[in-house]
DNA sequence: ATTGACTTTCAAATTTTACTGAAACTTTAA
DNA sequence: TTAAAGTTTCAGTAAAATTTGAAAGTCAAT
């Protein structure tokens, strides 16, 4: 398993943006290999792919499954594991999306709805919640707001995104339409 | 400067979210203590305040500078700076989407549009750009949108993400009326 | 042109995070 | 029940990121 100039600048490149995305260099890679690769990779092709450690796969593969981003595939008459990426580029981004929201936006909410609800004990502490309030605010609206879009289907989504800004076109006749 | 229980509980968790927003703890926790603080901070109350080093205050700002996050403040008769956030929690979001996007997705679609353009060398390549061209797709489309979206007024924003999932109903309506 | 109040820089120390590889574990087949 | 082919775990090590603090820089007032 060795890869051509060309993928392996994507590989590499994907390990540079791994850590953005939620986690480490080798991770990213992994997924970037994974996604270029038409066949399912063992372990040991992955390692090869990546000059990384046996024992490294074993635990990005296990950090990649909490993730849901790769499926085991076992080919019969073969006991080693293959794996792929599961589901399209579209499934896989939305997957990273749910995900850091879960692990990101949801406990931030958390901790700012118990600190709003107990009364301010001083001016200070007034000024603050204000603005955890309007964070808060904020945060929930995206949230109902990107579930609301996952429920869309794809092609409705393409549509809406594709509407752009006259969005706001659409949105001013539906006020009108209601009014009458 | 001193928080009290509440806020400090604030800024550390802005603190762990910092590193997931783009940049690290200090600097997370830094602009959690600057949001919640009604009066411009010295760089001096800032390091008190999360008891590190005013060398790494002084750095922090400059990162923050660099995403556009705060305001320097000077007040007549005094030579200390004062830093504040520049803008409010909606702006700074913004900012920071703006900035990541500049940072992550620029630098991505550059490196997928080189690789999709030149010809695939094997069977294996050409595979790998099929799938490249995916990723490109979905990071342009995106990108397109929330370009759109950044257009809108904040006032437009809220009617849009608060139509919810409703806003099935008003791209049918749009699609009815391309039809008359 | 010196002092004092402040800020910035950056090499070195520290802390955090990631990686390796050998040992332990699992599973299948003989 | 043993061996062989594979996977996982984790203590120790290596690498990367962050932080400190002392020194250098800036600037206004004297």
Redesign the pocket.
Same mark, same amino acid.
């Given at each position: 398993m060795i890869l051509s100039q060309k993928l392996e600048n994507f590989v590499l490149h994907c390990g540079e943006m791994g #850590?953005r995305w939620g986690f $480490? =260099?080798? @991770?990213g890679q992994m997924v970037g290999l994974l996604v270029i690769s038409e066949q399912p990779l #063992?372990? $040991?092709e992955i390692a090869e792919a990546l =000059? @990384?450690?046996? !024992? $490294?796969v074993?635990? !990005? @593969?296990?950090e990649l499954q909490s993730w849901q981003l790769v499926k085991v595939i076992h080919v019969p008459g073969? =006991?080693?594991?293959y794996y792929a990426p599961n589901g399209s580029i579209w499934d896989l981004a939305n997957k990273v999306f749910e995900e850091r929201r879960k692990r990101e936006i949801d406990p931030t909410l958390t901790l700012l709805r118990d600190s709003i609800i107990e009364p301010a004990e001083s001016n200070e502490e007034a000024y603050a919640q204000e603005q955890m309030q309007q964070i808060h605010d904020l945060l929930e609206t995206v949230t109902k707001w990107s579930a609301e879009l996952q429920r869309l289907s794809p092609e409705q989504l393409q549509t809406l995104m594709k509407l752009g800004s006259s969005v706001s076109k659409v949105i001013d006749l539906k006020d009108k339409l209601l009014k009458k």
């Open positions: #850590s $480490n =260099r080798t @991770i #063992s372990a $040991n =000059r @990384i450690s046996r !024992g $490294n074993s635990m !990005g @593969i296990k073969d =006991r080693k594991e």
